[in-house]
């Protein structure tokens, strides 16, 4: 007997037509939803509920827009893609609540106050150099300046942007070093 005839007959409730379609479809049906799922175990869940479905919905089957067996492998096919959807959907979700509840692995708060207290120790510091030196280590550190540049800048030779630059640095350094 044809899987169309079967489906008619499982519509008015006929366990024995129902058996003999699970017979005949149950094949093709686990290796279309195998091919989708890929789980095994999922296929196997996917599966039954496919055929649970053929039971309580025979009756949607319209043998005028096609055969039984690619109605079914359609539902099946339908059902597959939802489980996988549903599958990824869940994963995706964990994913999110696990990154939302996992700890920062820093204290973003302290690094921030660090920051600042830095930049405040370094501006202090800063300060305390000569309006010369000052000037030499800001457009070299904080301007990007080459020392090449700064003395053009500053149309002052080199050298002596050199020697103020390196006392500006130790005046830097040891006041930093008193500060940490």
Not at 3 to 21: C, I, M
Request: overall charge positive; glycine content about 6%.
């Amino acid at each position: 007997m044809e899987a169309d005839d079967l489906l008619v007959r499982v519509a008015d409730g006929d366990h024995t037509a129902f058996e003999q379609l699970y017979g005949l479809v149950s094949g093709p049906l686990f290796a279309l939803v195998r091919r989708v799922v890929r789980d095994p175990a999922q296929a196997e869940e996917v599966t039954q509920e496919v055929l649970l479905e053929l039971w309580r919905c025979a009756a949607r089957f319209d043998p005028g827009r096609g055969s039984a067996l690619a109605w079914i492998l359609t539902v099946a096919h339908r059902r597959a893609v939802d489980r996988v959807r549903s599958v990824r959907a869940a994963g995706e979700r964990e994913r999110r609540e696990a990154a939302r509840s996992a700890p920062l692995a820093f204290d973003q708060v302290t690094e921030e106050v660090e920051a600042a207290l830095e930049r405040e120790s370094v501006r202090r510091c800063l300060h305390r150099l000569t309006a010369l030196q000052r000037q030499s280590v800001t457009l070299a550190y904080y301007d990007g300046y080459t020392y090449r540049e700064v003395a053009e800048r500053l149309s002052l030779p080199l050298g002596t942007v050199k020697t103020r630059m390196r006392d500006g640095l130790t005046r830097l350094r040891a006041c930093l070093g008193g500060a940490a």
